[in-house]
């Protein structure tokens, strides 16, 4: 039960490629890596995908709690996430980008 998330915006933002975020403790135990969550991010509520878990937030930092869950099981593998991670870091493009060319918008979209 991690009480941390690292995640990356959908549809990408090339300078917040991963943030950091509190898992409240309602919603331990069911965030994974590879599930889509909504979190704030300024004042706007935007989706975004897991892609890693922590339990501890980086040093000097205050972590907001985020918002919801939106899968019940993770829509990317960790091995295609892995995959996706080393192509956004060889072609100098967010994660974000990467996920959008492999599974297309439809698992990327926007929450409103």
Do not use: N
């Amino acid at each position: 039960m991690s009480a941390f998330v690292h995640v990356t915006p959908l549809p990408a933002v090339a300078t917040l490629a991963r943030l950091t975020y509190a898992v409240p403790e309602t919603l331990r135990g069911l965030v994974r890596v590879g599930v889509r969550v909504v979190v704030p991010l300024g004042p706007r509520r935007v989706t975004a995908l897991v892609i890693g878990v922590g339990d501890q937030a980086p040093e000097g930092v205050t972590c907001r709690p985020l918002i919801s869950l939106m899968d019940d099981c993770p829509i990317v593998p960790e091995k295609l996430l892995q995959l996706l991670e080393w192509m956004a870091d060889y072609y100098l493009a967010p994660v974000g980008d990467a996920l959008s060319l492999a599974v297309g918008r439809a698992l990327t979209t926007s929450s409103q």
